[in-house]
């Protein structure tokens, strides 16, 4: 089971950060992403981080702006937004899958999302 939480309303140009809190299965065993979906439109790949290494993967949109961490021990994972825009408005969902890469089929296990919304 995956809960997100710490999605609210900011002004453009704040930063939140969103945690992701993993139960129920051995988090650092699983590749963990970051996913949103703005209104109206399809679900889009927002940042990944592999389960040991530290490695991470971002989509341009947010590359520098965003950053994903991960706490194995806590499993949790993070997603610190800075700099947002009124385009960073969505529901953001949190995935556990096993391979590094922004194909939301690669991810088998999702969260129940939390609203960022961002004004102008």
Same mark, same amino acid.
């Given at each position: 089971? @995956?809960?997100?939480?710490?999605?609210?309303?900011?002004?453009?140009?704040? =930063?939140?950060? %969103? +945690? /992701?809190? *993993? +139960?129920?299965? $051995?988090?650092?065993? #699983?590749?963990m992403g970051w996913f949103r979906?703005?209104?109206?439109?399809?679900?889009?790949?927002? *940042? *990944?981080?592999?389960?040991?290494?530290?490695?991470?993967?971002?989509?341009?949109?947010?590359?520098?702006?965003?950053?994903? +961490?991960?706490?194995?021990?806590?499993? $949790?994972? #993070?997603?610190?937004?800075?700099? %947002?825009?009124?385009?960073?408005? *969505?529901? #953001?969902? /949190?995935? &556990?899958?096993?391979? @590094?890469?922004?194909?939301?089929?690669?991810? &088998?296990?999702?969260?129940?999302?939390?609203?960022?919304?961002? =004004? +102008?």
């Amino acid at each position: 089971q @995956l809960q997100a939480s710490g999605g609210g309303l900011v002004q453009a140009g704040g =930063s939140l950060r %969103l +945690s /992701c809190a *993993a +139960s129920g299965r $051995t988090f650092s065993n #699983y590749v963990m992403g970051w996913f949103r979906q703005a209104p109206g439109k399809g679900r889009e790949f927002v *940042a *990944a981080i592999s389960r040991y290494d530290g490695r991470t993967y971002y989509a341009g949109s947010v590359e520098g702006r965003f950053a994903i +961490s991960r706490d194995n021990a806590k499993a $949790t994972v #993070y997603l610190q937004m800075n700099s %947002l825009k009124p385009t960073d408005t *969505a529901v #953001y969902y /949190c995935a &556990a899958g096993v391979v @590094l890469g922004p194909q939301s089929a690669d991810y &088998a296990y999702w969260g129940q999302g939390t609203l960022v919304t961002v =004004s +102008s």
